[in-house]
């Protein structure tokens, strides 16, 4: 008998910081249960001796228990499985296929796959079904991904802090790399490849060209080494100027064959170290960094420029669609359609436009943005932000899944039935080159994301970039089971609490379409307020307009027109308050304060019940989390408790403090019997956080 012990080391699965049983549980093992290092005598059999289905049977061998049914790990070129070949075909490089089937007389479980890749997705798939409360003699999986590329954008930077990070340093020990492999990027790698993501880009997007210099080429390497066993390419952000700063060049100007020929040159530097690199993400002319247009080029001549650098080692760049003027704009959530959609169609065929699910950004509501659907003939890769700039930082319960989903399931209006997903999974155009990114909410925290309900958000960020179809109720209830267990009790309060949460969080700082209400440059907290910044955009008053008659910013024909935008019959309903939805009334109109809502309340009335509403959600989930002490672990339930408990007491502040700036400038009352709050406009405005976690550097 094999030490199979010995061989799970020498692959490099490291489990060495997942806690065992007679620990406390801090977190650290994630979704990914049981947390044993143990290994189970179960009979398996695979097809080859690649690292990837070696790293398929160990976490078959630590989960399944002992006197299960005979498994199979096997691409489809196996001899052994050359009967059910037809049953993997159209199942893609990554798809994968689960069931019991008769091999040599005998009934085993299959995982197959076309790929490694596809078994090691399939071995995940099972543990997922299993741990949800599925049953071995029943599994019948079979699915492939809708999206190719499924890739964590990291904010990370180089001295280790990370931009809008909530969770502790950069998981990336730069300093120590390539010598020294933190066994926690393996773990971190496992994490993905259990829910599906396939991509890493290591860097922030407001790069240092340092990042491109031989030293840190070989660093991101060391990473690429150990993630390629579990399907993970690594990926950088560049900074646009670096042939000027690296090379000595007097211009970045993309249509200087000398600019090119650099790109060329270090593109080649890179695939010699890391022969599967994935290629580059960059953010060009936007919040300061530089790009094409600094020449009077176009992101499309800078983004060509760049895929032809990548193009013979099969690499691809991901531009992103996130810019704003320097100067006053009409509105800065026309500006990425307006740069974008005359360049549809002159994107190279290894380029996508990363768009952000909303037009201004990452807001805890907006619109999904008018891109989507509007550049039929460019592949568009969407942006979510796993982490929660604008929702609470890491400590505020806010579940994603539905922000998520909102977006993805929202009508273009372009084509019949057609829908953001439609868009991003290339089923709408027929794009072979697909995305979804998401910027990461990963640190150092012994729990990865600062708190476990933040690990959901990362779990369905994976699930719905394999699948934009699923909802986020399952997806949330997979992951109560896979991380609490499956007492039901358990999954349905966590399910509850969790479905709700987003909207609480829209409701204590932005409801009904209001947006980018937050104090300044940290984003921690209330500014509404906020009116003396450099640029106008960056003003939260730029966003409501609030004034004595009204509040909202009108985007109809009468004010910016952003709704010209979005297609035809999208544009008409939302050019007219009686047909825009409520959650978003406030980001198409500037209506009166006493505009008649469909509860019957006014604006006002209606503006202070989901201030109240969002408030009161977060202590009803601290009632419903207290009924779960029993079954929940003592470390776990007791951080949850207390975070639980900043949430109420952060929800009140927002709520008061909105109340009071919206009753300064309309001069009105609250409805009878609702609390005022606990203090003045000017407590509010007076406090302070300058060592705000996140910042940037």
């Known amino acids: 008998m094999r030490n199979w012990r010995a061989l799970v080391s020498a692959i490099g699965l490291s489990l060495a910081g997942l806690p065992t049983h007679a620990m406390a549980d801090d977190g650290y093992a994630l979704w990914l249960r049981p947390s044993t290092q143990s290994v189970r005598q179960v009979n398996i059999s695979r097809s080859g001796d690649s690292p990837t289905l070696m790293l398929a049977e160990g976490e078959l061998r630590r989960s399944l228990p002992a006197g299960t049914m005979p498994v199979m790990l096997a691409t489809a070129t196996a001899p052994a499985i050359a009967g059910f070949r037809r049953d993997v075909d159209g199942l893609g490089d990554e798809g994968y296929l689960v069931r019991a089937v008769t091999l040599n007389g005998r009934r085993t479980l299959l995982i197959a796959g076309n790929s490694d890749r596809g078994v090691l997705y399939g071995t995940f798939a099972l543990l997922r079904e299993l741990a949800t409360g599925g049953r071995m003699d029943a599994i019948s999986l079979r699915s492939a991904p809708k999206v190719k590329l499924r890739v964590l ?380 910044l450099a640029r106008p955009e960056w003003n939260p008053t730029y966003y409501h307009r609030a004034d004595a008659s009204g509040i909202g910013f009108d985007r109809t024909a009468r004010g910016s027109d952003a709704v010209d935008q979005y297609a035809p019959s999208l544009a008409r309903s939302f050019a007219k308050p009686e047909t825009t939805p409520e959650s978003m009334l406030l980001w198409f109109h500037h209506l009166p304060w006493d505009h008649r809502m469909a509860s019957g309340r006014t604006l006002w009335e209606e503006l202070v019940a989901h201030y109240d509403r969002g408030v009161d959600y977060v202590a009803g989930m601290q009632r419903q989390w207290e009924t779960l002490r029993p079954k929940i672990d003592a470390e776990r339930w007791q951080k949850t408790a207390t975070y639980l408990t900043i949430q109420e007491k952060e929800a009140r502040w927002w709520r008061d403090a909105s109340l009071a700036y919206w009753m300064s400038v309309n001069h009105r009352p609250l409805p009878a019997g609702v609390r005022p709050p606990d203090h003045d406009l000017s407590w509010y405005k007076a406090r302070q956080f300058p060592y705000a976690p996140g910042q940037a550097h």
């Not at 993905?192 to 290591?202: E, F, K, M, R």
């Not at 320097?326 to 549809?344: C, H, I, S």
């Not at 942006?383 to 319960?397: D, N, R, V």
């Open 153 to 532: 954008n990291h904010w990370d930077n180089l001295d280790g802090s990370i931009e809008r990070g909530y969770a502790g340093q950069s998981l990336w020990d730069w300093w120590t790399l390539p010598d020294f492999r933190d066994p926690r990027y393996t773990d971190y790698a496992r994490a993905n490849a259990s829910i599906g993501i396939n991509g890493t880009v290591l860097n922030n997007v407001n790069a240092k060209a340092d990042s491109l210099t031989a030293p840190y080429i070989a660093k991101a390497a060391a990473l690429a080494d150990l993630f390629r066993p579990w399907g993970i390419k690594v990926y950088l952000s560049v900074r646009f100027s670096a042939p000027i700063e690296l090379g000595g060049l007097k211009t970045a100007d993309p249509r200087d064959p000398a600019v090119a020929a650099w790109w060329k040159a270090k593109a080649d530097e890179i695939y010699r170290a890391i022969p599967d690199f994935g290629g580059f993400l960059v953010k060009a002319n936007s919040e300061g960094q530089p790009g094409p247009r600094d020449y009077g080029a176009s992101h499309a001549d800078g983004a060509n420029m760049l895929a032809a650098a990548v193009r013979d080692h099969g690499g691809i760049v991901m531009w992103r669609a996130f810019v704003y003027a320097e100067t006053d704009p009409e509105d800065r959530a026309k500006q990425a359609y307006t740069e974008f959609k005359p360049l549809d169609g002159t994107f190279a065929d290894n380029v996508l436009v990363q768009v952000k699910n909303g037009a201004i950004d990452f807001q805890p509501r907006e619109p999904f943005h008018p891109l989507f659907g509007a550049m039929p003939r460019t592949p568009l890769m969407i942006e979510f932000q796993i982490t929660k700039e604008y929702l609470g930082f890491a400590t505020h319960l806010a579940y994603l899944g539905p922000l998520f989903t909102e977006t993805l399931d929202a009508k273009t209006g372009w084509k019949p039935g057609e829908t953001v997903a439609d868009v991003v999974d290339g089923s709408a155009e027929h794009h072979a080159l697909t995305g979804m990114a998401g910027v990461a909410n990963i640190g150092r925290d012994r729990d990865w994301s600062g708190s476990t309900f933040n690990q959901a958000n990362w779990y369905a960020f994976g699930r719905l970039a394999w699948d934009p179809d699923l909802s986020a109720a399952s997806i949330a209830r997979a992951w109560a089971a896979q991380t609490f267990g499956t007492d039901p009790q358990v999954i349905d309060t966590v399910t509850a609490m969790m479905m709700g949460s987003r909207e609480a969080v829209v409701d204590y700082t932005g409801p009904l379409g209001l947006a980018h209400l937050m104090a300044t440059g940290h984003h921690y907290g209330p500014g509404p307020w906020v009116s003396d």
